[in-house]
């Protein structure tokens, strides 16, 4: 659906998106990950067609950006960052004109209006002014424009920023529902959220992309996928140099290291291996007392604190 | 087909707001009250050379109702849209930008015209209340109206051209009126200044008093038509160009 390769964006000299090649497939829900600035708002509008890229190619259902835009802006629906909306419009009233603007045709433009203000849940303001919404409810009028001429193609930008967590909740289940029959590129700073919604995610960082898998396996790249927390009553050096001493080890930290005469260490094994066996086999030969022998799971957090952190 | 659709969008976004009420109150307001002058001083003073159209159309006062006009109504078309964003979201749209300009363009255009129906209301009472009832001339009628179009067309495309330059409504207006003011003022040169014959000549091939002269008399001159749609397409297809630049730059 989307094909990037070797996209640059400059601004008055300074480069923003700095050559980087994706490509997300029919269907995807594809989340957008990266710290603010890092080119992610940049790259979206550059597929959107709001900007020219300054260098590279980029083709969105086999149309190119460039030089179809036209075409390209009839099968997205693009959310910019923060929703901007015509304030003294009604909320029917901007839907059927953003319907209608989008080439929806004439006798169907009600129907795709009313189903979209139904997905969106704003049959209750569908007669307010715009301008007298709440952020949530511009938020969703946002989305439905992007949503009223049924594209391909829906890119989000940020969707869930200043909402509740009831709002973002919503949000998330109808992203969830909509990739169902549309392919959708967001980005977003809740990592939860891309953990549920999207099937892979792309890093970016400044404007390079620093990683493009599913969920489970970037946190799997954060240090073997996660860590064993081991609480045993010994010395806090004697467990460091036993556990130490272990193979596929790599690294021993101790988190809580006099509670009386307990001790709390973090364990980082290699990738892919189970260490807890083994372990567990150290601390009945010592004859340690042991109180917690545990796998705590790398969250997407951690990953994405590793891959953008300088 | 887009284009009708803006088209529509932007002229009722003029009846939805409070600042177009305003224009259209006061230029009714002050248009009339310079009527009702005007013909006051017509019969006190027994005056038989001329028409009252075409005392009241060459009078210079009238014209400069525009430079209040053009500003109010062209300052916020693109300006607005810049500083709420939402420029992004149109032209995100399956919108060419010559869509978006001459949906602009025609819809201050037309409100413009909005603004001076009152002047055939004017007319009309002038019209229906003397006796003995004056003759009609719709050629004179006709050339005024399209000199208006004209004219108003030209200072319309100079405002949305100040408003394609900022995201500042009050810079935009201030801009278009100095656009105006300065266009107007060839048309004064011939009170103010002292030049010669030739010069002068010159001058009133761009003078907008010249051109109305003409039309009050129902005399169809191509020039001006020439000059004011040509002006008017220029200016257009900078503000094009400057929308798409602004795009490039952002």
């Known amino acids: 659906m989307i094909e990037v390769e070797n996209l640059t964006k400059t601004y008055a000299g300074f480069r923003a998106v700095q050559g980087i090649s994706f490509h997300v497939d029919k269907g995807e829900i594809v989340g957008f990950l990266g710290p603010n600035g890092a080119g992610k708002s940049t790259t979206m509008k550059v597929l959107a067609g709001y900007l020219p890229p300054t260098d590279g190619k980029i083709s969105i259902a086999g149309f190119d950006v460039v030089t179809d835009s036209i075409e390209v802006r009839k099968r997205i629906g693009y959310m910019p960052e923060n929703v901007p909306l015509y304030t003294d419009m009604r909320v029917n009233e901007f839907l059927s004109f953003r319907a209608e603007l989008k080439k929806v045709a004439r006798r169907k433009i009600k129907d795709r209006v009313e189903s979209v203000k139904q997905l969106c849940s704003l049959k209750d303001v569908e007669n307010k002014i715009i301008g007298t919404l709440s952020k949530g409810y511009r938020q969703r009028v946002g989305l439905?424009?992007?949503?009223?001429?049924?594209?391909?193609?829906?890119?989000?930008?940020?969707?869930?920023?200043?909402?509740?967590?009831?709002?973002?909740?919503?949000?998330?289940?109808?992203?969830?529902?909509?990739?169902?029959?549309?392919?959708?590129?967001?980005?977003?700073?809740?990592?939860?959220?891309?953990?549920?919604?999207?099937?892979?995610?792309?890093?970016?960082?400044?404007?390079?992309?620093?990683?493009?898998?599913?969920?489970?396996?970037?946190?799997?790249?954060?240090?073997?996928?996660?860590?064993?927390?081991?609480?045993?009553?010994?010395?806090?050096?004697?467990?460091?140099?036993?556990?130490?001493?272990?193979?596929?080890?790599?690294?021993?930290?101790?988190?809580?290291?006099?509670?009386?005469?307990?001790?709390?260490?973090?364990?980082?094994?290699?990738?892919?291996?189970?260490?807890?066996?083994?372990?567990?086999?150290?601390?009945?030969k010592s004859d340690w007392p042991l109180r917690e022998l545990s796998r705590v799971k790398a969250t997407l957090e951690e990953a994405f604190v590793e891959l953008t952190q300088d | 087909m887009a284009f009708w659709t803006l088209y529509k969008r932007e002229l009722n976004s003029y009846f939805q707001s409070a600042v177009a009420y305003i224009v259209l109150f006061v230029s009714a307001l002050a248009q009339g009250l310079l009527f009702w002058w005007l013909t006051g001083q017509i019969r006190d003073a027994n005056y038989k050379d001329q028409s009252v159209m075409q005392i009241f159309f060459n009078f210079p006062l009238l014209w400069m109702i525009l430079f209040i006009?053009?500003?109010?109504?062209?300052?916020?078309?693109?300006?607005?849209?810049?500083?709420?964003?939402?420029?992004?979201?149109?032209?995100?749209?399956?919108?060419?930008?010559?869509?978006?300009?001459?949906?602009?363009?025609?819809?201050?255009?037309?409100?413009?015209?909005?603004?001076?129906?009152?002047?055939?209301?004017?007319?009309?009472?002038?019209?229906?209340?003397?006796?003995?009832?004056?003759?009609?001339?719709?050629?004179?009628?006709?050339?005024?109206?399209?000199?208006?179009?004209?004219?108003?067309?030209?200072?319309?495309?100079?405002?949305?051209?100040?408003?394609?330059?900022?995201?500042?409504?009050?810079?935009?207006?201030?801009?278009?009126?100095?656009?105006?003011?300065?266009?107007?003022?060839?048309?004064?040169?011939?009170?103010?200044?002292?030049?010669?014959?030739?010069?002068?000549?010159?001058?009133?091939?761009?003078?907008?008093?010249?051109?109305?002269?003409?039309?009050?008399?129902?005399?169809?001159?191509?020039?001006?038509?020439?000059?004011?749609?040509?002006?008017?397409?220029?200016?257009?297809?900078?503000?094009?160009?400057?929308?798409?630049?602004?795009?490039?730059?952002?």
Not at chain 1, 179 to 193: F, W
Not at chain 2, 130 to 150: H, R
């Open chain 1, 144 to 284: 439905a424009d992007a949503m009223v001429h049924d594209p391909d193609l829906l890119i989000l930008d940020e969707p869930t920023i200043g909402l509740d967590p009831n709002q973002i909740r919503a949000v998330r289940d109808l992203i969830k529902d909509l990739g169902k029959h549309h392919t959708i590129l967001l980005s977003t700073h809740i990592l939860s959220e891309v953990e549920l919604t999207c099937g892979r995610v792309l890093v970016i960082n400044h404007g390079r992309i620093e990683a493009s898998d599913t969920p489970a396996n970037l946190t799997k790249l954060v240090r073997g996928g996660g860590s064993i927390v081991l609480e045993v009553k010994a010395p806090s050096a004697d467990v460091v140099s036993k556990i130490k001493a272990l193979p596929d080890i790599e690294d021993v930290e101790i988190t809580l290291p006099s509670e009386g005469e307990w001790t709390q260490a973090r364990i980082f094994a290699k990738p892919g291996v189970d260490v807890r066996e083994n372990i567990y086999g150290v601390v009945r």
């Open chain 2, 69 to 250: 006009q053009v500003p109010l109504i062209t300052m916020r078309v693109f300006s607005e849209e810049f500083k709420l964003g939402t420029i992004e979201m149109l032209l995100t749209a399956p919108v060419t930008e010559w869509d978006v300009v001459l949906a602009k363009f025609f819809g201050s255009l037309t409100f413009f015209l909005v603004l001076w129906l009152p002047i055939v209301l004017d007319l009309t009472a002038l019209q229906l209340f003397s006796n003995p009832e004056p003759p009609i001339y719709w050629s004179q009628i006709g050339m005024t109206a399209l000199t208006i179009t004209l004219v108003g067309g030209f200072y319309v495309s100079l405002g949305i051209f100040s408003s394609v330059l900022t995201k500042n409504q009050i810079i935009a207006g201030a801009l278009c009126f100095v656009f105006i003011f300065g266009v107007f003022c060839i048309s004064l040169q011939k009170w103010v200044a002292h030049l010669d014959s030739a010069t002068l000549d010159r001058i009133s091939y761009v003078s907008l008093l010249e051109h109305i002269q003409n039309a009050v008399l129902g005399i169809y001159d191509s020039r001006p038509v020439v000059l004011y749609v040509s002006v008017t397409a220029f200016m257009l297809l900078l503000t094009k160009s400057i929308l798409e630049g602004r795009r490039l730059r952002s």
